[in-house]
């Protein structure tokens, strides 16, 4: 068993505190540019195929699964305001180390997978993006692959360098992710304006599947989900926030309804500039769907030309977040012994967990190696696709873990959720995890995911291993909630 409330209090109150640099706009901007990145490039293409003009109703429905999973995570949160996440709820409610782990070792995967569909999603935009500017660069999958490998390299040295995080740079940045899909609702509306479009298609389903509506909306909202995740990164910002209680409940909800009207409007933009007829083609173009609205709407205007390049920056910021993030927390699990010490060792000078870096840049390059060559369906589906299903997972768990602690006395000031949301989010997350969420060339997913499991589980066991022939003890974390800070 890991530390009790006891120790953890003890240690929090040994160690200095963090700066508490976040007001409410701050943290907004931190939360809707977490969720505004990589997601709605990678998924609007593959949703529009399977439900055609009501491309829309998809993320409503995930926005209502987040809400519910957000409502746990404000809860907890506010009850436990360590910046450890989803592994400390799940240590507190359920006191079991295995649990503990695999729910840490998932939130890394998930980043890892993220940060391999960002680095697909670039590599497609900048080769376009170039190809517009009137470079001769190859189009194909093969140099997709072999851009988007390096670029995660690149990511690899910029994070051995080490990277100060500012909350400007991250402002600057939401900024961009927001000017580009402006960008893509402003061309959508003049279309409209113009009446050049066929309103008439936004109610209207269509499917490349046998599948009724409830399946293909479904299997759609499963897709999306990877479009509405990020606001659960928020909580690893608690203790640099000002009056976390009375702060997170509201702006992280109005971070959520920024995000959802974003996408709505993005989806109803995509069905107002594509005709009828070209929606399947330009859907089925993997990561340039925005792109070809943009092109299709305004071929006018150079904003055709810009507009990869922005994508591009608001990709790199969510593929660089989610490796220091993996990497961060290899570093916190060896440094406690629950994976093997080695991945905790530091680069001299620079300070960065050198080996827990080359070791999550080595598992994308695998990752997006073997999807490339296995997948039936598309790299980024798939990639996006596995990122989606691991953090739904975690979401079961969390909104299990709410309902256990709540035989806890509660904790004046905190959040108390209704009584009904985590019951309904542990249902819909753990249903949006199943096989008939997933077309049958998705299920690829499973196999990404579960091996990336299967791998922690063994370096758990080897941890353990060694650490009862070296240190007369199993594999265990000693203080959960410092894996985060």
């Known amino acids: 068993m890991g530390s009790t409330a006891a ?63 957000a409502l746990s995570y404000l809860e907890l949160v506010t009850k436990h305001p360590q910046a450890a996440g989803a592994a400390l709820y799940a240590h507190k409610a359920f006191g079991v180390q295995f649990v503990t782990f695999l729910v840490a070792f998932a939130v890394i ?17 900048l080769l376009a993006g170039l190809d517009g500017v009137g470079w001769s660069v190859p189009q194909g999958q093969l140099a997709i692959t072999a851009v988007a490998l390096g670029f995660m390299l690149l990511l690899a040295l910029v994070n051995l360098r080490g990277v100060g995080e500012s909350v400007v740079f991250n402002v600057v940045l939401t900024l961009i992710e927001m000017l580009a899909l402006v960008i893509v609702i402003g061309i959508g509306f003049a279309v ?27 299997v759609a909202t499963a897709i999306a989900f990877f479009a509405m995740v990020g606001f659960e990164d928020s909580v690893n910002m608690v203790e640099e926030t000002h009056d976390p209680n009375g702060t997170f409940p509201k702006v992280m909800l109005t971070g959520l309804g920024i995000a959802v009207v974003f996408y709505v409007l993005v989806a109803i933009s995509v069905i107002a500039v594509v005709p009828a007829g070209d929606l399947e083609r330009v859907a089925g173009e993997e990561g340039k769907v925005l792109l070809n609205v943009v092109r299709l709407g305004a071929p006018d205007l150079p904003i055709g030309t810009i ?98 602690l709540r035989r806890e006395p509660g904790v004046p000031g905190a959040f108390h959720a209704p009584r009904w949301t985590p019951w309904a989010g542990a249902v819909t997350s753990a249903f949006l995890v199943g096989p008939w969420a997933r077309d049958r060339e998705d299920w690829i997913q499973y196999s990404v995911g579960g091996g990336l499991l299967v791998l922690g589980v063994v370096l758990w066991g080897v941890t353990a291993l060694l650490n009862r022939r070296a240190r007369d003890r199993s594999a265990r974390f000693d203080d959960v909630g410092s894996l985060g800070g």
């Open 307 to 404: 507009f990869p390049f922005l994508t591009v920056v608001a990709v790199a910021n969510t593929a660089l977040i989610n490796m220091l993030m993996a990497s961060r927390l290899l570093y916190g699990m060896a440094r406690q012994d629950v994976l093997p010490r080695s991945l905790g060792k530091v680069l001299p000078g620079r300070r960065t967990p050198w080996v827990g870096i080359a070791f999550s840049t080595a598992l994308a390059l695998v990752v997006i190696v073997l999807v490339t060559v296995l997948a039936e369906t598309s790299v980024i589906t798939a990639l996006s696709g596995t990122t989606a299903l691991l953090l739904l997972g975690v979401f079961t768990v969390v909104n299990i873990a709410c309902l256990v």
């Open 192 to 218: 409209m304006a113009r009446g050049d479009a066929d309103m008439s298609r936004v109610v209207a389903f269509e499917s490349d599947s046998d599948r009724g509506l409830f399946l293909a909306v479904t």
């Open 109 to 125: 995967c998930s980043g890892i997978t993220s940060a391999s569909t960002s680095a697909n999603l670039l590599a497609t935009n």
């Open 7 to 69: 120790d953890t209090q003890d240690h929090v109150i040994e160690e200095p505190e963090l700066k508490r640099v976040m007001g409410p706009k701050l943290l907004l901007l931190f939360i809707v540019g977490d969720i505004l990145g990589a997601g709605i490039y990678a998924v609007t293409g593959e949703m529009a195929l399977e439900v055609g003009g009501v491309v829309w109703l998809p993320f409503l429905i995930a926005f209502g699964v987040a809400t519910l999973t």
